[in-house]
Nanobody
Framework: QVHLVESGGGLVQPGGSLSLYCAPS????????LGWFRQTPVIDREFVAA????????YYADSVKGRFTISRNNADDSSYLQMNSLKPEDAAVYYC?????????????????WGQGTQVTVSS
């Protein structure tokens, strides 16, 4: 069992930055990939970024490529999502999740454990 807690969300103006943090606890031994997804009332949970344990290799949605950076600490399997040049369309509840080996890094169905989410609001 893995428990995830996100933090770092909040209100930011367009063009601003936020850094999200995901702290895991429990048995993360089989966690291969850490991912971030976001959800709004009109958009179902969509892939934002993911990072593998080995390499590591990072993957990004086209909509955030060049603006967001994902990183991880393999010592405790925590992850950060640095979000720069934020746009109003980035506003959402952001979730971190863990994926075992196998499955698609950009598919929510591949992920096993999820945090409770943190709200990001981008507004002037």
């Amino acid at each position: 069992q893995v428990h995830l807690v996100e933090s770092g969300g909040g209100l930011v103006q367009p063009g601003g930055s936020l850094s999200l943090y995901c702290a895991p606890s429990g048995d993360t031994f089989y966690t291969a990939t850490l991912g971030w997804f976001r959800q709004t009332p009109v958009i179902d949970r969509e892939f934002v970024a993911a990072i593998t344990r080995t390499g590591p290799t990072a993957y990004y949605a086209d909509s955030v490529k060049g603006r967001f950076t994902i990183s991880r600490n393999n010592a405790d399997d925590s992850s950060y999502l640095q979000m720069n040049s934020l746009k109003p369309e980035d506003a959402a509840v952001y979730y971190c999740a863990t994926k075992p080996y196998g499955g698609s890094y950009d598919s929510p169905e591949s992920y096993e454990y999820w945090g409770q989410g943190t709200q990001v609001t981008v507004s002037s």
